[in-house]
């Protein structure tokens, strides 16, 4: 299992980022797979989950309305589309996966992370 999350960058407030995180050794679809973050000093922040099973999609309430979690099968890449970012967003994003299937943000498996800075 590989991943290699990308997109990441500096942006203003109020701004968008598209993360990328491409997957090799493994189809997409196997797992259910998602996105977490980790900001200096902080606990690691479960953000978005899409369920195998059902392509269920999930988020945490901090990002709710704001992020969109996709996911192109033909390309094995999983997104993460994230608007009207604020500085408390500043982490590096990691995209995981979990090989119960269950989107409970109980990661296996994940790659380099990709810096998202929020700053004016």
């Known amino acids: 299992v590989q991943l290699q999350a990308s997109g990441g960058g500096l942006v203003q407030p109020g701004g968008s980022l598209r993360l990328s995180c491409v997957a090799s050794?493994?189809?997409?679809?196997?797992?259910?797979i998602g996105w977490f973050r980790q900001a200096p000093g902080k606990k690691r922040e479960g953000l978005s989950c899409i369920s195998n099973r059902d392509d269920r999609t999930y988020y945490a309430d901090s990002v709710k309305g704001r992020f969109t979690i996709s996911k192109d099968s033909s390309k094995n890449t999983l997104y993460l589309q994230m608007n009207n970012l604020k500085p408390e967003d500043t982490a590096v994003y990691y995209c995981?996966?979990?090989?119960?299937?269950?989107?409970?943000?109980?990661?296996?498996?994940w790659g380099r992370g990709t810096q998202v800075t929020v700053s004016s």
């Open positions: 995981a996966t979990e090989y119960t299937g269950v989107c409970d943000y109980e990661w296996d498996a």
């Open positions: 050794g493994f189809p997409l679809d196997v797992y259910a």
